[in-house]
């Protein structure tokens, strides 16, 4: 995959989260702190509700569009699947009781406000769906748009509603908004793949690739909800055996090592759909090993400017905050290892082992409770930051030697070497009150034992970088 097409899957993920920094602010003074905390539990219900009522299904199209010559086919029997099992849960809900998802996830009882979000959950699992067929077809510009839509329509109507001066600001309208937005950016994009929904009517549902693709996907879902509380328990072990102050320093660190997922996004739009086609046509393990070095190397790169750039984040932040610099370089590990991760467990997906992806988390989890319980109750945020990037190191540890062991044998023991040493250095930075001077130079020394770690990917990267200038 070239630079351009690379910029124009990046425009998405950075987009969408530009425009998520910069509508917070608006809703904020439109909406009550209470609405706005509704919205933040909306976003979640959405991002849930998709990676169960998916059932693993959209990561298994993504594993098996490669394989097979009729798209077409995997297409409609993965997204009818999905559309079936949503519309059964949703009949549940409103035969039962569906005010009782407004009053669980809002406080309160409101039929409408449940409607809204099973239509919102619908929405949202349908443009998956469509954004991935884009995505597989590798149309990178559209499939960003795809993603900055949703985003810009939000901003517009909350904006609009200020400007037509309407009096009444609350979450009803702006579920209502968020529905109308997740249907106009639908609509829009089953226009754009008009003739591959078409092509859904011309083909058979296939009940033999159904269990191939639910026995892929569904272990997917299991480790990913593992995972999820694997980033959870955290909180919860501040909350109980620490103050109220530890939890809100640790959330708002989080909160800012979690703009390096974007990268994590990124990644994952352009790498497994890539390996995957990279295995038709012939044997990807360099390009695994070469990428893998790649982002060891920019995670050095990463820790530096974060290191840089420590004493100035609490300057942006009220007082209480003021020790978040001795947690964050431990907190934005989390999210590095993680995409560091993500290239080296290729294998796993690639040999159809998805519920060898649960234990794996299981073990993560396991461990982060562990090194939770030790350090919590005397070290409070430092020591469930401290947790957090042990426990994902383990984690990275794992899925890559698993990966390596059940696929193909990679080169991997530089990179556990130097994740180590990255956890050791952050621990280090963390623990260690030092003067900014010494802060520099001992991140200095760090990324240039980085390099010559992987001097071969940096003269890539320099060669790489000084050709495009050229041609520019």
């Not at 998520?20 to 991002?47: N, Y």
């Not at 994952?268 to 295995?279: E, F």
């Amino acid at each position: 995959m070239n630079i351009k097409k690379i910029l124009h899957f990046s425009l998405g993920p950075i987009g969408a989260a530009l425009l998520g920094i910069l509508t917070i602010p608006v809703l904020t003074w439109m909406f009550t702190v209470e609405d706005i905390g509704r919205f933040s539990i909306l976003q979640i219900v959405l991002s849930f509700s998709c990676i169960l009522l998916t059932l693993g299904l959209d990561q298994a199209y993504v594993r098996e569009y490669h394989e097979v010559e009729n798209k077409a086919v995997v297409f409609k029997t993965s997204i009818l699947t999905s559309v079936l099992f949503s519309i059964l849960i949703a009949t549940l809900f409103i035969i039962f009781r569906i005010d009782s998802i407004s009053q669980n996830a809002y406080k309160i009882s409101s039929y409408y406000l449940s409607s809204m979000t099973i239509v919102c959950v619908i929405l949202t699992m349908l443009l998956r769906y469509v954004t991935l067929n884009i995505r597989m077809q590798e149309k990178g510009l559209i499939y960003s748009i795809s993603q900055i839509f949703p985003k810009i329509f939000l901003l517009i109507a909350v904006l609009g509603l200020f400007f037509l001066g309407s009096n009444k600001f609350d979450f009803n309208k702006l579920i209502t908004i968020q529905a109308i937005s997740l249907f106009l950016v639908l609509i829009i994009f089953c226009v754009y793949i008009k003739g591959d929904l078409i092509d859904l009517l011309k083909v058979n549902f296939d009940y033999k690739l159904l269990k191939k693709m639910l026995i892929f996907g569904f272990p997917l879902v299991v480790s990913g909800l593992v995972f999820w509380l694997m980033q959870a328990c955290s909180r919860i072990f501040l909350l109980n055996y620490s103050t109220l102050l530890e939890v809100g320093l640790f959330s708002v660190a989080v909160s800012i090592a979690a703009g390096f997922s974007v990268l994590t996004t990124i990644f994952n739009t352009i790498w497994v759909p890539t390996i995957y086609k990279l295995i038709k046509e012939g044997d990807p393990v360099n390009e695994v090993e070469r990428v893998s070095q790649f982002i060891a190397l920019a995670i050095s790169f990463i820790l530096f400017a974060v290191c840089i750039c420590m004493p100035l984040i609490p300057k942006f932040l009220p007082n209480t905050y003021n020790e978040i610099g001795h947690i964050i370089l431990l907190c934005v590990l989390q999210p590095l290892l993680y995409t560091l991760s993500e290239s080296t467990a290729i294998g796993i997906l690639v040999k159809r082992k998805t519920i060898i992806s649960i234990f794996v988390s299981i073990v993560g989890l396991l461990s982060n409770i562990i090194l939770l319980w030790f350090l919590v109750k005397s070290h409070g945020a430092i020591g469930a930051a401290i947790s957090l990037a042990i426990s994902f190191w383990i984690y990275f540890v794992l899925r890559t030697e698993v990966s390596s062991r059940i696929w193909k044998d990679f080169k991997r023991y530089k990179l556990y070497l130097h994740s180590l040493l990255s956890v050791v250095f952050s621990l280090l930075i963390s623990l260690m009150s030092l003067n900014y001077i010494y802060l520099i130079l001992t991140a200095l020394l760090f990324l240039i034992f980085s390099i010559l770690m992987f001097l071969d990917v940096f003269r890539n990267i320099f060669r790489n970088i000084s050709s495009y200038m050229r041609v520019l």
